[in-house]
């Protein structure tokens, strides 16, 4: 497997501190880099729409999915908001009705309905593209696992 690691800068709000203006809901948080003190570089942001190019390959309707493929869906976890996970589809249902197609997905227990909405399905070969893509990117750094 292969970790990529974009540039990132000290935030150019808060200057690194991860805190800024104080206000009732968020307290003084910075909203720029959400606390971390942190942003992407410039090198690092274009390295980065670059590796996004190429995987948006994987981009299929919720209707070209079948059972086996693993989709990139994104999960509410505590503390964390949203994240983007590779679930593996178990079974897929279609149902026609007056609306339209709506097709159920299974995974791992939770069902997600989707009809037309785009989901990223894995294709090695795409995945492979966009790291070797990066590789030669000054704004990114890829190690081998």
């Not at 989707?114 to 990066?134: E, G, I, K, M, N």
């Amino acid at each position: 497997m292969v970790a990529i690691t974009f540039e990132t800068e000290a935030c150019s709000r808060c200057g690194g501190g991860g805190s800024y203006s104080f206000n009732l809901r968020d307290g003084d948080k910075c909203l720029k880099c959400n606390r971390s003190g942190l942003q992407t570089s410039r090198r690092g942001t274009a390295a980065r729409k670059a590796y996004d190019t190429v995987m948006d390959g994987m981009i299929k309707t919720w209707s070209d999915v079948v059972a086996g493929d693993k989709v990139q869906i994104a999960v509410r976890k505590a503390g964390q908001g949203l994240v983007n996970r590779w679930i593996q589809v178990t079974s897929a249902v279609v149902h026609v009705d007056g609306k339209g197609v709506t097709v159920d997905y299974l995974t791992r227990g939770a069902e997600y309905q989707r009809s037309t909405d785009p989901v990223r399905v894995w294709d090695r070969a795409v995945y492979l593209a966009a790291v070797d893509r990066v590789r030669t990117m000054s704004g990114a750094t890829v190690t081998d696992d």
